[in-house]
């Protein structure tokens, strides 16, 4: 007996009812970065992997996956270097691809190769699958799709003031109360570890408290000191542990933590801009709040950081962030193009949407109307009048077999079709159909020609 297939830990099948309801997502984002004037792109799938190796940090760079080399390339291969048991060195050998881990730093190689074509400030929205060597949990899978917004060549804190409102655009299209869009800035984490005299451990530093929600406060700092991180440093963030207020407040307190540096001011300044504006141009579902110890663990942020949270009641992890990175194209030979962006996480938001009952009912509707299948004659007739719905926008179908008309109206209700046509032998001599309303049984009858009046 053969084994019964399956697929990869971290990837999925999507069934038709999934896909109308990720459609609904993506069409939902999509149409918000086209009113906000980005325009698409799309990267391959798979880039050098030289282009990704070293942008994510030590953790990010681990999670890549790396393409095998084949055919002759495979000769490469650092044999020298496996006997010597260095298996990063031949693991590198055996690899020259991998898979996208995001879709940013493709975008920066984009930007840079065609510097030549590009319009500046570039608005560019991207809806492509990544993939993550993570291990897979609830909501956290290995293959999954990113929704990307980003500008480059523009260092105006305006654009961050717009990706505050472009995710309360979302959320408010797909009806989810509750969100917080948590703000950070990468200077205020830097200037942190300036006056607590850690600037050298900064990377180390910002990984561990980032974790804070998700390790708590006795495990950040472990890991701190582990990292090298002297415990009277630590003790100078205790504050930041349980950092509350408005985010007047939170601003207020920080002016007074960081006013012996400079950088950290400046990214006090650069929140206080964002949340003034935001107060004054309000936003409609959503809300903004300062996190501090927010740093996504990220290397090339280099102002703004967000991360959005999921209303309260519901767990699940973030379910968008991103940041200002000034730097990130320098790295490919371009310098001094800044450059700030956010993504969706998509399947995230599918799980929250799902678990709230937030899709409307409509989604999961792929047909209008159903015609029932008597016979040749009838099919033929049906087909005609299904032409016609057709070239107006109706989604219709004929049943395929003149089956018994139980098994059909069974085919009607499992795919939850709104309408039912039945055209027998005595409806096809009188040039009449018989509309069914599936949800209240009412049965009506109407003339051949009336057939897109009845539907409509």
Same mark, same amino acid.
């Given at each position: 007996?053969?084994?019964?297939?399956?697929?990869?830990?971290?990837?999925?099948?999507?069934?038709?009812?999934?896909?109308?309801?990720?459609?609904?997502?993506?069409?939902?984002?999509?149409?918000?970065?086209?009113?906000?004037?980005?325009?698409?792109?799309?990267?391959?799938?798979?880039?050098?992997?030289?282009?990704?190796?070293?942008?994510?940090?030590?953790?990010?760079?681990?999670?890549?996956?790396?393409?095998?080399?084949?055919?002759?390339?495979?000769?490469?291969?650092?044999?020298?270097?496996?006997?010597?048991?260095?298996?990063?060195?031949?693991?590198?050998?055996?690899?020259?691809?991998?898979?996208?881990?995001?879709?940013?730093?493709?975008?920066?190689?984009?930007?840079?190769?065609?510097?030549?074509?590009?319009?500046?400030?570039?608005?560019?929205?991207?809806?492509?699958?990544?993939?993550?060597?993570?291990?897979?949990?609830?909501?956290?899978?290995?293959?999954?799709?990113?929704?990307?917004?980003?500008?480059?060549?523009?260092?105006?804190?305006?654009?961050?003031?717009?990706?505050?409102?472009?995710?309360?655009?979302?959320?408010?299209?797909?009806?989810?109360?509750?969100?917080?869009?948590?703000?950070?800035?990468?200077?205020?984490?830097?200037?942190?570890?300036?006056?607590?005299?850690?600037?050298?451990?900064?990377?180390?530093?910002?990984?561990?408290?980032?974790?804070?929600?998700?390790?708590?406060? !006795? @495990? =950040? %700092?472990?890991?701190?000191?582990?990292? &090298?991180? #002297?415990? /009277?440093?630590?003790?100078? *963030?205790?504050?930041?542990?349980?950092?509350?207020?408005?985010?007047?407040?939170?601003?207020?307190?920080?002016?007074?933590?960081?006013?012996?540096?400079?950088?950290?001011?400046?990214?006090?300044?650069?929140?206080?801009?964002?949340?003034?504006?935001?107060?004054?141009?309000?936003?409609?579902?959503?809300?903004?709040?300062?996190?501090?110890?927010?740093?996504?663990?990220?290397?090339?942020?280099?102002?703004?950081?967000?991360?959005?949270?999921?209303? !309260? @009641? =519901? %767990?699940?992890?973030?379910?968008?962030? &991103?940041? #200002?990175? /000034?730097?990130?194209?320098? *790295?490919?030979?371009?310098?001094?193009?800044?450059?700030?962006?956010?993504?969706?996480?998509?399947?995230?938001?599918?799980?929250?949407?799902?678990?709230?009952?937030?899709?409307?009912?409509?989604?999961?509707?792929?047909?209008?109307?159903?015609?029932?299948?008597?016979?040749?004659?009838?099919?033929?007739?049906?087909?005609?009048?299904?032409?016609?719905?057709?070239?107006?926008?109706?989604?219709?179908?004929?049943?395929?077999?003149?089956?018994?008309?139980?098994?059909?109206?069974?085919?009607?209700?499992?795919?939850?079709?709104?309408?039912?046509?039945?055209?027998?032998?005595?409806?096809?001599?009188?040039?009449?159909?018989?509309?069914?309303?599936?949800?209240?049984?009412?049965?009506?009858?109407?003339?051949?020609?009336?057939?897109?009046?009845?539907?409509?």
């Amino acid at each position: 007996m053969a084994q019964k297939p399956s697929i990869p830990k971290g990837t999925r099948d999507f069934s038709p009812v999934e896909v109308a309801k990720r459609t609904y997502i993506f069409d939902t984002i999509k149409k918000a970065f086209q009113l906000y004037g980005f325009q698409p792109i799309e990267t391959p799938s798979f880039e050098k992997s030289e282009t990704l190796m070293g942008k994510y940090g030590e953790e990010g760079d681990r999670l890549i996956f790396k393409i095998l080399n084949s055919g002759e390339k495979v000769k490469k291969a650092d044999l020298q270097a496996l006997s010597d048991g260095n298996l990063a060195r031949f693991s590198n050998s055996l690899s020259e691809k991998a898979l996208k881990y995001d879709l940013t730093v493709p975008f920066a190689r984009y930007v840079v190769q065609h510097q030549n074509d590009i319009t500046f400030p570039f608005k560019r929205y991207q809806i492509q699958p990544v993939w993550r060597a993570d291990r897979p949990q609830h909501g956290r899978f290995q293959e999954f799709y990113q929704c990307d917004a980003d500008v480059v060549g523009s260092k105006s804190l305006w654009q961050e003031v717009e990706f505050v409102q472009l995710y309360d655009e979302v959320f408010s299209s797909l009806n989810l109360e509750g969100v917080t869009i948590k703000m950070n800035n990468r200077k205020v984490l830097s200037g942190i570890a300036e006056v607590i005299g850690a600037k050298d451990k900064l990377i180390d530093f910002t990984v561990a408290l980032d974790k804070l929600d998700k390790i708590g406060e !006795e @495990g =950040v %700092k472990k890991e701190m000191l582990e990292k &090298g991180i #002297r415990e /009277d440093a630590i003790s100078k *963030v205790q504050p930041l542990f349980n950092f509350e207020g408005s985010n007047d407040e939170k601003l207020e307190k920080l002016r007074g933590l960081l006013e012996a540096s400079e950088e950290g001011t400046k990214g006090v300044e650069e929140l206080a801009m964002i949340c003034e504006s935001i107060k004054s141009l309000g936003l409609k579902k959503a809300s903004l709040g300062l996190d501090v110890t927010l740093a996504r663990g990220l290397n090339y942020y280099t102002g703004a950081i967000f991360e959005v949270a999921a209303p !309260e @009641g =519901v %767990k699940m992890g973030s379910i968008g962030g &991103g940041g #200002r990175y /000034d730097d990130l194209t320098g *790295v490919f030979g371009m310098k001094d193009v800044s450059g700030v962006g956010i993504s969706f996480g998509l399947d995230r938001i599918y799980l929250v949407l799902d678990e709230l009952n937030l899709f409307p009912e409509t989604v999961n509707q792929s047909l209008d109307v159903l015609f029932i299948n008597f016979g040749e004659a009838e099919a033929l007739r049906s087909l005609q009048l299904i032409g016609q719905l057709r070239a107006e926008g109706f989604k219709a179908e004929l049943y395929p077999d003149s089956a018994k008309m139980k098994k059909q109206m069974n085919y009607a209700n499992k795919r939850e079709i709104p309408f039912v046509v039945m055209i027998g032998d005595q409806e096809l001599q009188q040039g009449e159909f018989v509309l069914k309303n599936m949800e209240t049984g009412e049965q009506s009858k109407f003339p051949f020609d009336k057939i897109i009046a009845a539907l409509s």
